[in-house]
């Protein structure tokens, strides 16, 4: 699912293979033990540029993409998918956004409103990035989570709001990052106040958040890659082999 990309290259898969197949990087602040989160998968998109195919449905590496991005986050509770959910792994909730096909910030406000109320932190994910780790959900949660201390949630003036990857060209890459649930409700509550959800951009959702953005230095291509077209369903299955 685009997260509002601005038209633009793509980076070439010879290129970023040859870039992320360095040795080990350190990563971030990432500790062991990592309070509870939970996973909002957004699956609902309508793939214009692949003739209006179920996008999150086709494989790579022989894997839905969707099942990778919820691999990724096994360590969640819960995991919501909103879209389709036929064929989704067990243990998975299904939602949709209302109405169907509504975008992102649409899925998003369905995903959030199936969250527990003692849930604070949240992956927010787009279900095309076949590219996403278990390794890249935690470098996200590892910058998130030094903001707070002691088991408390950072809030108010000076504590950051989310975490999301930057793509090479320093593009914010918000369905590819880690959110605190309470201000993500009020950005919510504020948008809808000025506009419906269905239709918004996830630019209108952002304004009043503190976000920040981070680059990926780990191991192996970028988490970030999503897949719009078949194009880029070439280029992550190169990855993955």
Same mark, same amino acid.
């Given at each position: 699912?685009?997260?509002?990309?601005?038209?633009?290259?793509?980076?070439?898969?010879? $290129?970023?293979?040859?870039?992320?197949?360095?040795?080990?990087?350190?990563?971030?602040?990432?500790?062991?033990?990592?309070?509870?989160?939970?996973?909002?998968?957004?699956?609902?998109?309508?793939?214009? $540029?692949?003739?209006?195919?179920?996008?999150?449905?086709?494989?790579?590496?022989?894997?839905?993409?969707?099942?990778?991005?919820?691999?990724?986050? !096994?360590?969640?509770?819960?995991?919501?998918?909103?879209?389709?959910?036929?064929?989704?792994? !067990?243990?998975?909730?299904? !939602? $949709?956004?209302?109405?169907?096909?509504?975008?992102?910030?649409?899925?998003?406000?369905?995903? +959030?409103?199936?969250?527990?109320?003692?849930?604070?932190? +949240?992956?927010?994910?787009?279900?095309?990035?076949?590219?996403?780790?278990?390794?890249?959900?935690?470098?996200?949660?590892?910058?998130?989570?030094?903001?707070?201390?002691?088991?408390?949630?950072?809030?108010?003036?000076?504590?950051?709001?989310?975490?999301?990857?930057?793509?090479?060209?320093?593009?914010?890459?918000?369905?590819?990052?880690?959110?605190?649930?309470?201000?993500?409700?009020?950005?919510?509550?504020?948008?809808?106040?000025?506009?419906?959800?269905?239709?918004?951009?996830?630019?209108? +959702?952002?304004?009043?958040?503190?976000?920040?953005?981070?680059?990926?230095?780990?191991?192996?291509?970028?988490?970030?890659?999503?897949?719009?077209?078949?194009?880029? +369903?070439?280029?992550?299955?190169?990855?993955?082999?």
């Amino acid at each position: 699912m685009p997260a509002d990309r601005p038209a633009g290259s793509r980076p070439s898969a010879g $290129r970023c293979s040859r870039r992320w197949a360095r040795g080990p990087r350190r990563l971030g602040r990432y500790r062991s033990r990592v309070r509870r989160y939970a996973a909002v998968v957004l699956a609902g998109g309508a793939a214009r $540029r692949m003739d209006g195919v179920d996008k999150p449905a086709r494989p790579v590496g022989g894997r839905p993409m969707r099942d990778r991005v919820l691999a990724a986050v !096994t360590d969640a509770a819960p995991r919501i998918l909103v879209g389709p959910g036929v064929g989704a792994p !067990t243990g998975v909730l299904i !939602t $949709r956004e209302s109405p169907p096909g509504g975008g992102p910030v649409a899925a998003a406000a369905a995903g +959030l409103a199936r969250l527990p109320a003692d849930v604070d932190l +949240l992956a927010l994910l787009a279900a095309d990035l076949p590219l996403l780790t278990r390794e890249a959900v935690r470098e996200l949660l590892g910058h998130l989570d030094g903001e707070r201390g002691g088991d408390q949630p950072a809030a108010g003036p000076g504590g950051i709001d989310g975490v999301c990857f930057v793509d090479d060209a320093g593009r914010r890459q918000p369905l590819c990052g880690v959110w605190r649930v309470a201000p993500l409700r009020a950005a919510f509550t504020r948008l809808a106040t000025q506009r419906p959800l269905a239709g918004a951009s996830l630019r209108a +959702l952002l304004p009043g958040l503190a976000v920040r953005e981070v680059p990926w230095r780990g191991d192996g291509p970028p988490p970030w890659f999503d897949c719009d077209t078949d194009e880029d +369903l070439r280029r992550a299955e190169e990855w993955v082999r």
